[in-house]
């Protein structure tokens, strides 16, 4: 689990390319979050403070 550095609340992973079911389910289940098909700087998502990170 990775913890903001603003907040310090815990932030969601961020699955960048094609997902799989498994992975569909687990964005809509809110588990993870699905981000664009390419690689990307960042990869983490913090929904309280509405940011995104590379960690």
Do not use: W
Request: proline share 4%; with cysteine; aromatic share 12%.
């Amino acid at each position: 689990m990775k913890t903001c550095p603003k907040c310090e609340r815990e932030m969601k992973k961020v699955f960048h390319g094609e997902p799989t079911d498994e992975l569909a389910i687990e964005s809509l289940e809110g588990e993870i979050i699905i981000g664009n098909c390419c690689e990307s700087t960042y990869n983490y998502y913090c929904e309280y403070c509405d940011e995104y990170f590379q960690l």
